[in-house]
């Protein structure tokens, strides 16, 4: 069936309801950013296969709102299928929920699937509506009648996260959720995030691919855990297990049996809770915010911190290996590269799989930030150009999440030099700042962008996204970027450093590492922090111009790599010796 096909088989359900408008979130019941094969429905309907965009469909009319990472992938993806693309954080484009305001006529009727859409913004968009005499109105899932071979809803084998990884058993976990109620004077907690629940109980699972976790609800209250998934995801001896914490209910048990639970006064993320459950929470004297769990699950744990090391290391051995056995004058393409890198990584002991799909963007490819190859887009590498490869590794005991962009064929012109140092400028002064407890990423974001700024160019991504320990590679609540994000940095986070530069139709840049929360020093003026550089690669030195760089810099960049060389020297086979050893040599 043919997206043009799929819109006007919505629209025909939509006149059926009596609606004028159907909004598609692109989540799932949990909120999630990356979403399984089943909730796909944004790019079922618009062919969009992005992780992020949000579709409104009319009775003539259809649009998709993308971010800057996917002005051309949205282009592209959704040319001839009678799309509007609607460019976010440009002049005078609306947002979608600014546009549904703006375009929706007293007595109009905009549908939303109940499940895909939190609780928060149903209100807010609702009560947007309504002062406009329109209505947003909760529906089932308007997609289900048209996508007839739809999958199911993932129920793939749960397996536990050790103990000496995880570093905190489900019980003591538990125990300082219930700790936390007792502070603020509530009596339970409902959990919908996934990514929340797997840390909660040292679970881990294959529901969304490269993000280890499975779908569930956790309901915590002062004297019970209760655990609402489908049970034949458990051994025998994990479901023994793990009832010894929680009481295990059936998935789809959770909006009956919530309101049964949840007495007194509790606690909820409006944000992450659908909308499913918001008659069940919405009694008064219910506290709302961040879940408690988001908190504790994104500073690691001297177990996890680690286990984080111990991932990066060898993660750096696969990439230097990599490096090593590639030639720069060599005729790839680019799934073949990120291939070649995986085959090392699975090499490794305790890798399991990528933590997201690779990111290998040969040229002008490179400069669209999210582009993924596919056998038909795949680009040959065969002559001079920039490569922009972005990929991470799931261990058993960790995540990575590293982009390098490497040079082909000929020296680099002095634009591309240039350009490559100004980003690599950036990255390393983000590094190395020490800045006193309580900073947020936004007060730090200004460190990335200075040198591409002073230039008259920048980057509109964000510089840093939390990362999970054996979790998703992206993690909230930190971040590092020009958004208004009221969280402070705190020691045991671990976040990107990732600035970039892209060119359209020309080339792209991108350089990121790894880095965790540290505690720095203590003054009369308070407490200090900094960063530790988790991820152990080279830079890519001929794309180095050496008369941009300051002394300070170049004993950086020369520390760096001595760590590198130190750390990997026994990791690596003797045939790699050589290139590690050039590689990381003084500037």
């Known amino acids: 069936m043919e997206i043009r096909e799929r819109v006007e088989r919505l629209r025909a359900e939509l006149r059926e309801r009596g609606l004028d408008a159907y909004l598609l979130t692109g989540t799932d019941p949990h909120q999630s950013e990356y979403v399984a094969p089943r909730w796909r429905t944004r790019e079922f309907i618009s062919g969009f296969t992005g992780s992020a965009g949000t579709v409104i469909v009319t009775l003539s009319e259809a649009y998709l709102w993308v971010d800057s990472r996917?002005?051309?992938?949205?282009?592209?993806?959704?040319?001839?299928?009678?799309?509007?693309?609607?460019?976010?954080?440009?002049?005078?484009?609306?947002?979608?929920?600014?546009?549904?305001?703006?375009?929706?006529?007293?007595?109009?009727?905009?549908?939303?699937?109940?499940?895909?859409?939190?609780?928060?913004?149903?209100?807010?968009?609702?009560?947007?509506?309504?002062?406009r005499k329109a209505e947003l109105v909760a529906t089932d899932d308007l997609i289900s009648p048209i996508w007839e071979d739809r999958p199911e809803v993932p129920c793939t084998p749960c397996v536990p996260m050790e103990l000496e990884y995880a570093g905190e058993s489900p019980a003591e976990k538990v125990r300082r959720v219930q700790k936390t109620l007792r502070e603020r004077g509530l009596r339970w907690t409902f959990i919908a995030s996934i990514d929340d629940i797997a840390w909660l109980t040292n679970l881990r699972a294959d529901d969304i691919p490269c993000n280890p976790v499975f779908v569930s609800y956790a309901f915590i209250s002062l004297s019970k855990a209760v655990l609402f998934v489908d049970s034949r995801r458990f051994s025998k001896d994990l479901l023994k297990s793990v009832r010894t914490v929680f009481d295990v209910r059936p998935y789809e048990a959770a909006a009956s049996d919530l309101p049964g639970l949840a007495k007194g006064a509790g606690y909820y993320s409006p944000d992450k809770v659908s909308a499913v459950f918001m008659k069940a929470l919405s009694r008064k004297g219910n506290a709302v915010g961040m879940d408690i769990t988001t908190g504790m699950k994104a500073r690691k744990n001297k177990a996890e911190m680690?286990?984080?090391?111990?991932?990066?290391?060898?993660?750096?051995?696969?990439?230097?290996?990599?490096?090593?056995?590639?030639?720069?004058?060599g005729r790839y393409d680019e799934i073949e590269v990120s291939s070649l890198l995986e085959k090392e990584r699975k090499r490794i002991p305790g890798y399991l799989g990528p933590s997201f799909n690779p990111i290998s963007g040969y040229r002008e490819h490179g400069a669209m930030c999210h582009y993924s190859a596919t056998r038909e887009s795949s680009s040959s590498i065969d002559g001079h150009g920039l490569l922009v490869l972005d990929t991470g590794g799931q261990y058993e005991f960790g995540t990575t999440d590293i982009t390098r962009t490497l040079l082909f064929g000929r020296e680099a012109t002095e634009e591309?030099?240039?350009?490559y140092t100004l980003v690599l400028k950036g990255h390393l002064a983000l590094s190395r700042q020490h800045f006193i407890k309580g900073t947020r990423g936004v007060q730090l974001d200004v460190l990335a962008k200075q040198f591409l700024w002073q230039h008259g160019e920048s980057f509109y991504h964000g510089t840093g996204h939390g990362v999970g320990c054996r979790l998703n590679v992206h993690e909230g609540p930190h971040r590092i970027s020009s958004a208004l994000i009221d969280v402070p940095l705190l020691p045991g986070m671990v976040t990107s450093d990732e600035p970039g530069l892209y060119k359209e139709g020309r080339y792209g840049i991108r350089i990121e590492n790894l880095i965790a929360v540290r505690d720095e020093e203590t003054t009369e003026f308070g407490d200090f922090l900094s960063f530790e550089v988790l991820t152990l690669v080279p830079y890519e030195k001929r794309l180095i111009d050496m008369s941009l760089i300051t002394e300070e810099e170049r004993e950086q960049i020369n520390s760096y790599h001595r760590r590198i060389r130190e750390t990997l020297y026994e990791l690596v086979?003797?045939?790699?010796?050589?290139?590690?050893?050039?590689?990381?040599?003084?500037?």
């Open 70 to 131: 996917y002005f051309i992938q949205g282009a592209a993806e959704t040319e001839g299928k009678g799309y509007t693309l609607m460019k976010l954080e440009t002049d005078s484009i609306p947002d979608p929920y600014q546009w549904l305001e703006g375009n929706m006529a007293e007595g109009c009727r905009v549908g939303v699937d109940a499940s895909s859409i939190s609780i928060a913004l149903f209100s807010s968009l609702s009560a947007r509506l309504k002062a």
């Open 416 to 419: 591309e030099k240039r350009d």
């Open 306 to 329: 680690e286990g984080m090391r111990l991932a990066h290391i060898y993660d750096g051995a696969a990439f230097v290996t990599f490096l090593s056995h590639l030639d720069p004058d």
């Open 573 to 587: 086979d003797a045939d790699v010796l050589p290139f590690l050893e050039d590689a990381t040599s003084p500037l």
